[in-house]
């Protein structure tokens, strides 16, 4: 999947999981096995915020070609995902989440692995975008 495909398939699942969970969140909390109350639904809609912020950031980055600037995002995206991973991690081995709790671990794995793959190389669908606006 091109890196462009990949942003906008991340852009548009932060930004369904953050309404959600700004419209919804005790229904969110539940299905990941915990028990709501009304300071985890504000923290739940705070969550969907910063989801739909992430998404959009996604979205509106999608088509930067200089690598520079694309590096910088997927280093933003690599850092807040690998995070995003390893407090998952605790949740579910701490019991705090359920056996659910495994796709929000799986989803920031692969989060954390392909935007750290294009953090750390230089994608060449962008190396030869930039090599064709040069100018001769």
């Known amino acids: 999947m091109r890196l462009k495909n990949f942003m906008i398939n991340n852009a548009i699942i932060a930004v369904i999981v953050g309404i959600l969970l700004i419209i ?13 109350d009304q300071g985890m639904d504000l923290d739940g809609q705070l969550y969907g915020s910063e989801l739909i912020l992430m998404g959009l950031v996604a979205w509106f980055a999608r088509d930067i070609t200089e690598l520079k600037y694309q590096r910088r995002i997927f280093s933003a995206f690599t850092i807040a995902n690998l995070i995003s991973l390893i407090i998952s991690v605790i949740g579910v081995t701490t019991r705090t989440f359920d056996s659910i709790g495994w796709i929000a671990v799986a989803a920031y794995l692969i989060l954390t692995a392909v935007y ?3 953090w750390l190389s230089q994608p060449r669908e962008m190396v030869q975008q930039q090599q064709t606006h040069q100018p001769s």
């Open 116 to 118: 750290g793959a294009g």
């Open 24 to 36: 919804i969140p005790s229904t969110i909390v539940r299905f990941f096995g915990m028990t709501p």
